[in-house]
């Protein structure tokens, strides 16, 4: 078999660079024969790649594989990828380990206890220099780079170490915890001062930017610290004579791509073809997650077992559909949940299912993007329940696949977007029989109330989208010259118009 490859280009050096762990791609080999790259999931890649692809910039980023990648084969042109090359052992310690066991859930409430690994802590230290000596290497002088996410927060200070000239922006898309849960990492010191490397900072949400700004005046003091008046911009930082700025940017989607899927006659057909396969009369309640143990699937589960078993749903004319993206399969807390939420899964339909009427549906698999748009069309309920979470773009794709006005979100409040999506059914998903009650109402919800809240979510996210988010970070940052168009309010369908 050939080796499957990325590109190492001889393009010129890129003057807008994004640097993330992964690059939006990974490396089918369901035909050993004919290995493909093809486009990945997750919310980095779907929030960023339009913006990429406006701009022509330039993505480092790792591969999906350990195996060595060397030429020229991919499926996107528009795109310059850089690979960054792991080994085996480091996407053990790096990313399975420092990154997934150690600060997602150390940033997650502490939901599993994090581990504390000096050997991934190294191997976290050296990874993070590769990438940084990777963007110095292809960064234009005076560029912009833009820093994604948990698994890099000590590329900015080591990039700004390798190439002062260039402007950093740094970007968390998970929560920032407060100080007495992040005070527990035994390099906290560390990873402060290699996120204080980059000239923007920027979170999910303005709760998140305070903790990390009361974080700095623990441990550098107060004096370094400033509260800034204008937002999304909530206080600077002083650190080495320099100021950092950091802020609250709600990250979103590209709702008018979505929209124009969700429209789609592809869609359409088959959004009525899953209805009639799933019972014709039936409600449909719809959840769509990674598998990953912060977004609530197993309360949600049992939340709806006891509907069942409660007797205000019945499986003759309710269904949940549960799509549980593979995820983090080897992170033994990965593989304990799926075990749990499989044996749910098995002991709900066992109890509660009869010849062609099964309550819930899952799939543990990747849906691609028509099948995606064709259940939120197809959904009456959806579900986006996670037990804490930087923003979910879930809950935002499926208001923008909704023109025709129908569907009713219910909506955690511990998911960041629910600071925004106040028209949501807003929920605590800890509360047993406060998510059964919502899970009850949205099923029985009065169309025309359903219909007004989805105009003011749909308004919402139509005006607050991925393109805006891009543009409201880079503005700050210093590079609000090279955006694509925003979108323009008059120019919005107008069923995103109603109110
Ligand atoms: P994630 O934890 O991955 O992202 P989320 O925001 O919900 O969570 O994004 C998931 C993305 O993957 C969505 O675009 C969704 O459509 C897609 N997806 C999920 N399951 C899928 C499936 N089975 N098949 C196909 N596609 C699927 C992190 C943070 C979030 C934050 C994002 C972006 O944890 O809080 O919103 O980054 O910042």
Not at 274 to 298: C, E, F, N, W
Not at 418 to 426: G, Q
Request: charged content about 20%.
């Amino acid at each position: 078999m050939d080796t499957p490859s990325i590109c190492q280009s001889t393009a010129s050096q890129a003057d807008f660079v994004v640097v993330a762990n992964r690059l939006p791609l990974h490396l089918d080999t369901c035909d050993p024969s004919a290995p493909r790259w093809r486009r990945s999931p997750g919310g980095l890649v779907s929030a960023l790649e339009p913006i990429l692809r406006a701009r022509r910039g330039a993505w480092v980023g790792w591969a999906g594989t350990t195996t060595q990648v060397t030429e020229a084969a991919l499926p996107d042109q528009e795109i310059h990828m850089q690979a960054v090359p792991l080994g085996e052992n480091e996407y053990r310690e790096y990313y399975e380990g420092f990154s997934n066991a150690t600060l997602w859930p150390l940033f997650h409430d502490v939901m599993v206890p994090p581990d504390f690994d000096q050997s991934s802590w190294h191997s976290y230290q050296r990874v993070n220099q590769r990438f940084a000596q990777q963007a110095a290497a292809l960064a234009a002088p005076g560029a912009t780079v833009w820093v994604q996410d948990y698994q890099l927060m000590l590329v900015p200070a080591l990039l700004r170490a390798l190439r002062p000239d260039v402007r950093i922006g740094f970007f968390l898309h998970i929560p920032f915890p407060p100080p007495e849960l992040f005070l527990q990492l035994p390099w906290r010191t560390q990873i402060m001062d290699g996120i204080l490397g980059a000239d923007l900072i920027g979170f999910q949400l303005p709760g998140g930017a305070r903790n990390f700004l009361h974080l700095v005046s623990r441990l550098r003091g107060h004096e370094s610290v400033r509260e800034a008046q204008r937002p999304p911009l909530l206080g600077k930082v002083l650190s080495g004579g320099r100021k950092v700025s950091v802020g609250a940017f709600p990250i979103s989607v590209d709702a008018s791509a979505m929209e124009e899927l969700a429209r789609s006659k592809v869609v359409r057909e088959r959004a009525r073809q899953i209805r009639r396969q799933l019972g014709g009369s039936r409600k449909i309640m719809l959840a769509v997650d990674r598998l990953d143990y912060t977004k609530g699937i197993d309360q949600r589960l049992r939340a709806f077992e006891g509907l069942l078993a409660d007797g205000r749903a019945a499986a003759k004319d309710t269904v949940l559909v549960q799509i549980a993206t593979p995820s983090r399969e080897r992170v033994e807390h990965y593989r304990l949940r799926r075990a749990r939420i499989e044996a749910q899964v098995g002991q709900i339909n066992g109890t509660f299912g009869q010849v062609g009427q099964v309550p819930v549906h899952y799939m543990h698999t990747t849906v691609d993007h028509t099948e995606l748009a064709a259940l939120y069309r197809a959904a009456d309920v959806m579900l986006v329940t996670p037990l804490r979470d930087g923003m979910n773009l879930v809950a935002k794709e499926f208001i923008a696949a909704r023109p025709d006005l129908g569907g009713a979100l219910v909506l955690s409040e511990f998911a960041g977007a629910a600071h925004e999506l106040t028209r949501a059914l807003l929920v605590n998903p800890y509360h047993l029989s406060e998510l059964k009650d919502v899970m009850a109402a949205a099923l029985e919800l009065d169309e025309a109330d359903a219909r007004s809240r989805m105009g003011c979510l749909r308004r919402h996210v139509f005006e607050r989208d991925v393109h805006r988010w891009a543009h409201s970070f880079l503005t700050v940052l210093g590079d609000g010259g090279h955006e694509p168009d925003l979108p323009n309010v008059a120019a919005l369908p107008r069923a995103a118009m109603v109110a």
